[in-house]
């Protein structure tokens, strides 16, 4: 789009026969589409293009909002549609530009040869002074930009040093920008912006008062390395209550009974830090059990057989297979939900016994179902991280 110019009026004046009048008010419309101007200008210059339509679109004051409004009704009383050309409205045919108008020099635009044609004389391109951002703009700027709150409030003090923020653009408001959240969080709000995951967690523990509330913890094991001060990743020692060794294969399927960890202690078996929680307060996380042992039932099954696409997958299993997705079945409904069946104890045993068979690694989730089963709670559902997953 682009503003109606002196070219504008005068070749819509000689293609119509009519001038383009209301230009004064403010309901007209005072800008032009590109394609339209350069059709006026091939027209004015003699060549075969020309606008599609004899009569334009007309515009005249809409008298009231009920019937008459520009927005809201599909045909209105003031407005004339554009006509195409037809027999009776032929293409007309470029003689002169008709007249001169009041607001204009005494420029004669027949005179302009064919280079100055190429260009609008009075095109108003973008303005060179500086466009000042005012607070809506500046927290757009500042979102996508994704910056932390020292940061924006940096660049914001560049720009007002620049002159570059609108009069009551504040610069400081991004210190306290989500005091307006807290409200609705039961505890302050605790956050830390720092690169290490221990220490972060140590802020935030602190921050929140942990050690008043004294909660119990139901998270990922992941967050169980970070809240006790081992080493994270794929270590020899990871469990964080006995000296269950993760690279001793031969001995997963075979040894029930490993040495206990008495404390956890820097130093001592991938241990790095001091433990920001007490071990009795960690409940072993369900989910991520189910999903371990559905990730070792999957990568067990032969994949050169379609049971994967099978619509009835369990009709595509053989019996150790489907004694496997049995056991699994049977623990998740009667153990690692709300209910804890009677004969858990047979059914934890059932699916490790059907998994070994099964050719699946142990893994530490596998270890912590078997070898500490008398760490799960009765009411395991109800303390549960699925519902925030």
């Known amino acids: 789009m682009q503003n109606i110019t002196k070219f504008v009026n005068r070749a819509y004046h ?7 009048g209301d230009q004064d008010k403010s309901w007209a ?7 339209c101007v350069e059709l006026l200008r091939s027209w004015s210059k003699g060549k075969e293009k020309h606008l599609p339509f004899g009569i334009p679109m007309i515009w005249r004051e809409s008298k009231n909002h009920f019937d008459d409004c520009y927005f809201c009704m599909p045909n209105l009383e003031s407005v004339i549609r554009p006509v195409p050309h037809c027999s009776d409205l032929p293409v007309p045919i470029f003689t002169e530009f008709l007249g001169l108008y009041d607001d204009e020099d005494g420029a004669n635009l027949e005179e302009v040869n ?9 095109f108003q391109g973008p303005s060179s002074e500086p466009s000042l ?10 979102r996508d930009l994704d910056l932390s709150k020292e940061s924006s409030e940096l660049l914001a003090s560049r720009l007002k040093e620049k002159n570059l923020l609108h009069q009551g653009t504040k610069v400081t408001l991004y210190r306290y920008r989500e005091q307006e959240f807290q409200q609705y969080f039961c505890e302050k709000n605790g956050y830390s912006v720092k690169l290490k995951e221990y220490n972060n967690v140590k802020e935030i523990l602190e921050i929140i008062n942990y050690s008043v509330h004294d909660w119990v913890i139901c998270v990922d094991l992941k967050m ?5 001060g081992q080493q994270s990743g794929f270590t020899k020692y990871p469990c964080f209550l006995c000296y269950w060794d993760s690279r001793d294969r031969n001995q997963h399927w075979i040894r029930e009974k490993w040495p206990p960890r008495e404390c956890l202690k820097v130093g001592d078996k991938n241990v790095i830090n001091n433990p920001l929680v007490h071990t009795n307060k960690i409940i072993l996380p369900p989910l991520h059990i189910k999903l371990s042992l559905m990730k070792q039932f999957i990568k067990a099954l032969d994949k050169d057989r379609y049971c994967f696409k099978d619509n009835s997958f369990k009709d595509s299993m053989n019996e150790e297979e489907k004694r496997a997705w049995q056991a699994f079945s049977n623990v998740v409904s009667n153990f690692l939900g709300n209910k804890k069946a009677s004969n858990y104890k047979e059914l934890v045993t059932e699916l490790v016994d059907s998994c070994h068979a099964l050719g699946c690694n142990m893994s530490i989730k596998i270890h912590y179902l078997r070898d500490h089963l008398d760490r799960f709670p009765d009411n395991l559902g109800d303390m549960s991280e699925e519902q925030g997953e």
């Open 224 to 228: 169980v390395n970070f809240l006790l």
């Open 133 to 142: 951002f005012n607070q809506a703009e500046l927290n757009d700027l500042i």
């Open 114 to 122: 064919d280079h100055d044609y190429e260009y609008d004389v009075d």
């Open 29 to 35: 419309p005072h800008k032009v589409c590109k394609s």
């Open 14 to 20: 000689a293609y119509f026969k009519v001038k383009l």
